[in-house]
């Protein structure tokens, strides 16, 4: 039975609640709804098209609809979809597993497999809580706490909002929350008061070493989203930052954390956010484009010295009690495999690193318009953050809803992009051709326009 377009619309607003979604205004709209995807376009219902702007949430890599990727999962469906890691083992999620400690190289010797980029958090904060408990309870007894960035984000259960920083998404649940120990992040363009780039970094990592020399023995880690704090707004930290960041882990003796949930996969322009730097963490978050854009897996990656004090006799309780009901799926880790696979035959890393030249001369024309603050970008993720005033810098009344009218106008030209507070976020597909990411910065150009010009602002 084929739907017509306002009957879905309805069940939509009827039976579904969206997420991160004031449903009031939501049901006062025209929902999109999306059928189909090929390459880096989407299809509505109704057939129209639209570039994706946002890679499906940050995940997308080849292209939707990829046949490669597709051919992957009709192989491993016709073997088996699911059976358990509980007390036995799958071939993907063995495979993915090796691929994934060769990829890091080293000192990362262990994957612990789970379904969303939240529970890769909570596991890793979990591990290093357990760590210090099950290699000397005694003398590690206060190491309960997290240090985390100013707007941090790592996911929305209740730990991984527990080292959360956004104010707007996690003040609310305050009581709920373990206690969480917070640092400046390196936020360029709202810091000019405390110099240039460097200074800027230098004066975080002044405070985190402050921090760190009075309460490291409470400290069980610092959790840190390498490179750039993606729902944040897209902000990027200058170079040196986290290189910075883990020389105090060391100095301080306690565990780094990189969440590389939203910059894992080639996004900044290499497979991992913490090679740009060359930092070890000791444990890693992934998920998000680590199947492509296919279907939801997602890992922490640790060390040998982490793993090994988890070993014991059953009796000396040092087991890690925590596990997933479709923790190593086989269709998501068989198409996970394939996705990696593909970077490297596709060169796509490369093509990253090009396009992501291309794309920051084609963002420069943003600034000649005059609610266009500041334009970030790492790789092929964007933010651009929108103001009242360029020099004052100052944003616009939140109810004004601006961002998300510029959103709309985008997507009747036929880009998708999503806005974060003031800031519109372009995370295209990753393989998108340039000539299509010329597109779409010609349409944010104009929508902004648009904008400016219907509103005189
Ligand atoms: C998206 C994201 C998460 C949460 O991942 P989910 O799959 O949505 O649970 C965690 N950390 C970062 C940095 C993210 O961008």
């Known amino acids: 039975m084929k739907y017509s377009y306002e009957q879905l619309a309805q069940f939509d607003k009827q039976y579904v609640w969206h997420p991160f979604t004031q449903m009031q205004s939501y049901v006062e709209e025209d929902p999109l709804i999306i059928e189909k995807g090929k390459g880096s376009y989407l299809f509505d219902v109704e057939g129209k098209r639209y570039l994706d702007g946002y890679a499906s949430l940050w995940v997308n890599v080849h292209g939707h609809s990829d046949p490669e990727l597709n051919e992957a999962l009709h192989e491993q469906i016709e073997k088996i979809s699911h059976s358990t890691l509980l007390g036995s083992a799958n071939v993907p ?4 597993a090796k691929k994934l400690v060769e990829m890091w190289g080293g000192h990362i010797s262990k994957v612990f497999y789970s379904d969303t980029g939240a529970a890769a958090v909570e596991i890793a904060l979990k591990m290093a809580y357990q760590y210090w408990k099950n290699i000397d309870p005694v003398r590690y007894r206060g190491k309960n706490k997290f240090i985390s960035l100013k707007e941090a984000y790592h996911g929305d259960t209740i730990g991984a909002v527990s080292v959360g920083g956004m104010d707007l998404f996690h003040r609310i649940f305050e009581p709920l929350l373990f206690e969480r120990i917070e640092v400046p992040a390196p936020y360029v363009y709202r810091m000019s008061e405390y110099g240039d780039e460097e200074e800027i970094v230098r004066y975080c990592l002044a405070e985190l070493e402050q921090t760190l020399e009075e309460r490291h023995e409470e ?17 990027t930290h200058p170079a040196g930052f986290l290189k910075g960041v883990e020389k105090l882990c060391r100095q301080y003796d306690v565990l780094l954390i990189c969440d590389e949930v939203a910059v894992g996969f080639g996004r900044t322009g290499t497979m991992f956010a913490c090679e740009q ?23 922490t990656l640790t ?44 060169n796509l890393i490369p093509e990253v690193q090009r396009k992501a030249r291309l794309l920051e001369g084609m963002l420069q024309k943003l600034y000649e318009l005059p609610i266009v603050g500041d334009v970030r970008q790492k790789g092929l993720m964007v933010g651009i953050e929108i103001v009242q005033d360029q020099k004052t810098k100052e944003i616009f009344d939140r109810s004004k809803q601006f961002e998300h009218q510029i959103i709309l106008e985008a997507r009747r030209r036929g880009l998708i992009i999503r806005p974060l507070g003031p800031v519109l976020t372009f995370i295209p597909v990753l393989a998108m051709p340039e000539e299509q990411l010329e597109e779409a910065v010609d349409i944010i150009f104009d929508s902004i326009a648009e904008m400016v010009h219907t509103k005189q602002l």
């Open 303 to 346: 060390t040998e010295q982490i793993y090994s004090a988890f070993l014991g006799e059953a009796q000396e309780n040092k087991t890690f009690f925590h596990g997933h009901t479709y923790t190593g799926n086989q269709l998501s880790c068989s198409v996970a495999l394939k996705n990696i696979e593909l970077i490297e035959k596709r």
């Open 277 to 299: 730097e060359g930092v070890q963490p000791d444990l890693v978050c992934l998920g998000k484009g680590i199947t492509g854009g296919y279907l939801p897996l997602a890992a």
């Open 93 to 96: 999620s063995i495979l993915l």
């Open 219 to 235: 400290v069980a880690g610092v959790i840190v989203e390498p490179l750039v704090q993606g729902a944040a707004g897209i902000i």
